[in-house]
């Protein structure tokens, strides 16, 4: 490989952890947000948002750049082509996050329904799998790819388990419900999150042993 | 522009559209089959996953081949990038059919809560946006992608007048609440359906004048 495409593919890895890093403190601070009741970090999740997009775009215009001018071949060329779609799993999951800041203003304006104790610890793991699904795709570490494949199930099986403990208070007490159902959209905002560095985990597995592991569980 | 180039960028376009075809019928066998109560048919969507997920793998792989050996410059080789990305929104579009055909299996195990109206005129609407974003899409149609991203507000508005009106249903009797709730996820994979529309739309408007209207409603 070219010094020059060394260094370009160098570049594209620190951009796109640097967009991951950014996508990882939104969702941070959107879930700080709404367990603190902190509008004003709600607010600084939904400002941040611009970036996350000029960042999104520059990357996949470096992408094409790269394509046109340096014709990377075999395990670059999937490398590049991975990165573009990667990029577009990141933007999504700032949007999430705003969504996450969205609900959290909304919800704070009611009284506090009970302490979140699940909520932050979905938020942790989503966060953990985010950072692992982009490690393993700069450093094309497949086994750290599956580690968080397997973490999915963790996150899926504490949204059911905070959605049937929503649906008990709003069994109680219909006041409630506009309260947990909006709860109920972070948790599911927050397992999304996860799903997407799933994705993300997947294609690195892809990219790395050219196994298709995505749809197995949907045979 | 080869002929060569021709013929394949050509085929490329038809498989898209197939693959496409196939997500719209998903979608409305799905819906289908909770409106009419049809188990038989919710599983046959669930069936026709894997032809999706084979279809989005081999047009992949095609795309990497295009770019590996034919080297497509400008405007061609920003075409097969963004399609590299369309087919990933359309295999998760089919994934979101599968969803709501296996919560039609949960719903129709309990009595109707009432006849649905605006799930139909959802669904309907996020197919025709389906549709008419590959079409602009492979006509590199900018004026049809933009009346696609306008109708997204359309389906917002149906998912939260589904939301609104479902939320009547579970304060006058909290029996209701389980079906739902399941209800409102079904008008929430919908509205996630149109948005997939919406972000290949957005793409093509990128692809065919360079301007960026992703993020527009959000700074």
């Given at each position: 490989m070219g010094r020059i495409m060394e260094k370009e593919l160098q570049e594209l890895k620190d951009k796109l952890l640097r967009l991951g890093a950014l996508v990882e403190s939104q969702v941070e601070r959107s879930v700080t947000s709404l367990v603190e009741r902190d509008n004003m970090l709600a607010a600084s999740v939904i400002d941040t948002d611009h970036e996350v997009n000029r960042l999104e775009v520059e990357i996949d215009e470096d992408c094409i750049l790269l394509l046109a001018l340096r014709h990377p071949e075999a395990s670059d060329l999937r490398f590049v082509t991975t990165a573009m779609k990667i990029v577009t799993d990141l933007e999504r999951m700032g949007d999430l996050a705003v969504d996450i800041s969205e609900r959290a203003l909304e919800i704070n304006e009611e009284p506090l329904l009970k302490p979140y104790i699940d909520i932050p610890r979905m938020a942790r793991a989503a966060r953990q799998m985010l950072k692992d699904a982009?490690?393993?795709?700069?450093?094309?570490?497949?086994a750290l790819a599956r580690k968080v494949t397997e973490s999915d199930d963790y996150v899926d099986n504490l949204n059911h388990q905070i959605f049937r403990e929503l649906l008990l208070f709003m069994l109680e007490d219909p006041h409630t419900i506009s309260r947990a159902i909006r709860i109920s959209?972070?948790?599911?905002?927050?397992?999304?999150?996860?799903?997407?560095?799933?994705?993300?985990?997947?294609?690195?597995?892809?990219?790395?042993?050219?196994?298709?592991?995505?749809?197995?569980d949907k045979a």
């Open positions: 982009l490690d393993a795709f700069v450093n094309k570490d497949a959209y972070v948790s599911k905002y927050l397992e999304r999150i996860a799903d997407h560095a799933t994705n993300i985990a997947e294609m690195v597995v892809y990219l790395v042993e050219g196994k298709i592991i995505r749809h197995m």
